[in-house]
């Protein structure tokens, strides 16, 4: 048998092919992994990406329904604080007549101690014929006062300053909210919600029944449990038991417009 003889460069020259031959494939097998993990990294950053986007667009809808609530409960306070400013400049005008009926007239006891008699009937009688709040505490305010006018221990310019301070807390009444426990007229005890002096509300202890006073009939009327959720919203906030916050309760006076 005969072999036939290779020279040794032509026997380099092909180990070097094939060497370089390996190489290259081992190269471009690397290259495929890089580009493979890059397009993996690629659509993992895209799902998140995605993921963001879409919790972005959830985020805008919420704010804009939020908006939309806001902008109506907005409407709504405006048309309360209508009728409530219409009431405080009312007041604010029997207040600034009185200041100047005391101020018109000379500084002397015969002048004024029939006037501040005068003045206490007024408010006797403004009080009777008023949202029946805090009856009890208010009717005994003024007859602690008429007993003062008679009193040789006080002096006229602190008597005067006491029943302009009452004066002055029947017409913060108008700018506040409260709430209260008082027995109610059939005597069961109730909690009582004040908005200002345009609206009364009662509510019973176990949540059942409410009701609220209507001044054009001068008497209570029940309400349907549409406003349970309103009524103990302002108990709340009346009470500070959370931050001040809309709620929706029965006012005739806007409602009947």
């Known amino acids: 048998m005969k072999f036939k003889n290779i020279s040794l460069s032509r026997w380099l020259g092909f180990t070097g092919w094939a060497v370089l031959s390996l190489s290259v494939a081992s190269g471009y097998a690397n290259t495929l992994d890089k580009v493979d993990e890059a397009q993996k990294a690629s659509i993992a950053t895209g799902a998140k990406d995605q993921k963001q986007i879409d919790r972005l667009y959830e985020e805008k809808a919420e704010a804009f329904l939020a908006l939309k609530q806001t902008r109506a409960e907005i409407e709504q306070y405006e048309t ?8 405080l400049t009312d007041q604010t005008k029997q207040i600034e007549s009185l200041k100047q009926q005391i101020l ?3 500084q002397t006891e015969q002048g004024i101690m029939p006037l501040m008699d005068s003045m206490l009937t007024a408010l006797s009688d403004f009080i009777a014929s008023d949202t029946p709040f805090l009856m009890n505490e208010r009717q005994q305010r003024v007859a602690e006062l008429k007993t003062l006018l008679v009193s040789s221990k006080v002096t006229i310019s602190e008597k005067y300053r006491r029943v302009l301070e009452a004066f002055q807390i029947e017409i913060e009444y108008g700018r506040t909210i409260e709430s209260y426990r008082e027995k109610n ?3 069961q005890m109730v909690e009582f919600l004040r908005v200002g002096r345009v609206g009364l509300y009662s509510m019973s202890l176990d ?3 409410m009701s609220y006073w209507d001044r054009d009939e001068k008497a209570w009327n029940a309400l349907d449990n ?6 103990e919203a302002g108990i709340r906030v009346a009470k500070q038991q959370s931050a001040p916050e809309f709620f929706d309760v029965y006012l005739p006076s806007l409602e009947e417009k």
């Open 185 to 187: 007229n059939d005597g």
């Open 104 to 106: 018109s007239i000379e």
């Open 207 to 209: 949540g059942q029944s």
């Open 80 to 87: 309360y604080n209508r009728q409530l400013k219409a009431v």
């Open 226 to 231: 549409s406003y349970k959720a309103g009524l």
